[in-house]
């Protein structure tokens, strides 16, 4: 059982594109995170084999801030700055979730907003169900199949992180070697992933925007995302899975929904 508490440690580095942060997440797993800006509290949830530098440059970040509003940006543990645990114990339980829970209590934020894509959109989908201090939230590069715990597709990515690579799975595991990325890491996030099941999404109190590129469909249907999320509305945008986040019409619609 975890006990709802923070003793909070912390320290600062300089980053490409602001002052990173640490603090002491549940487990005193370090979590580095990025807080800029004045006003609403938006939280940006990066994706699989990513980090809170992947919103560096976007057309997101960038219109949110001259909103006016709080952009805030973790390193999800077992990426970028934050730790990386080997045990399976660290990614149990929904510890992703716990470590956001735990840095918004950090922040003292009563309440908040969040963006999450891709996987960040699965963790993001979780945390729905957990903190009722989420007030708007915006589920990009995600469909429904998620839900299924036995979803082949993590499966897939699961075992190319543990040596089992397929053609499929050959760019990403590229990729992550190319940035030096933690396998261990990366193979217990697929195989602890928050789960949350379908009959589940109806329990979500926030409004949320479920947005997705129209050549994005590998993670099953948006729309019947959107179907599953009561208070949901739905955007489809031109893009691709890796690139759909980054454009202006992503942008101008998640603006538009957290204003």
Do not use: C
Not at 11 to 40: C, H, L, P, R, V
Not at 172 to 177: E, P, R
Not at 211 to 227: F, R, T
Request: proline share 2%.
């Amino acid at each position: 059982m975890h006990i709802f508490f923070v003793v909070v440690s912390f320290m600062f580095i300089t980053s490409s594109w602001g002052q990173t942060e640490f603090f002491n997440s549940f487990d005193d797993t370090k979590i580095a995170y990025t807080d800029e800006g004045k006003g609403d509290a938006v939280l940006l949830i990066h994706g699989f084999i990513n980090t809170k530098e992947s919103w560096k440059n976007t057309s997101l970040k960038e219109d949110l801030l001259a909103e006016g509003f709080r952009v805030i940006a973790l390193d999800l543990r077992g990426n970028g700055e934050s730790d990386k645990p080997q045990t399976e114990e660290a990614y149990s339980f929904d510890a992703e979730v716990m470590d956001i829970m735990f840095l918004t209590q950090h922040l003292r934020l009563k309440k908040y907003m969040a963006v999450g894509y891709s996987r960040g959109s699965i963790v993001l989908a979780k945390l729905l169900l957990k903190d009722r201090r989420v007030k708007k939230a915006v589920l990009g590069g995600m469909g429904i199949d998620f839900t299924d715990y036995r979803w082949p597709r993590k499966i897939k990515f699961m075992n190319a992180f543990n040596g089992k690579v397929t053609e499929e799975t050959q760019e990403a595991v590229d990729y992550a070697k190319s940035i030096n990325a933690d396998f261990r890491s990366l193979y217990l996030q697929q195989r602890f992933q928050p789960n949350t099941k379908k009959s589940h999404l109806a329990y979500i109190q926030a409004k949320v925007l479920v947005i997705a590129g129209n050549e994005d469909l590998d993670n099953g249907s948006p729309e019947k995302l959107h179907k599953a999320v009561p208070k949901s509305e739905f955007v489809i945008v031109e893009g691709d899975h890796n690139g759909t986040y980054k454009t202006k019409a992503f942008s101008e619609a998640v603006v538009s929904f957290l204003d």
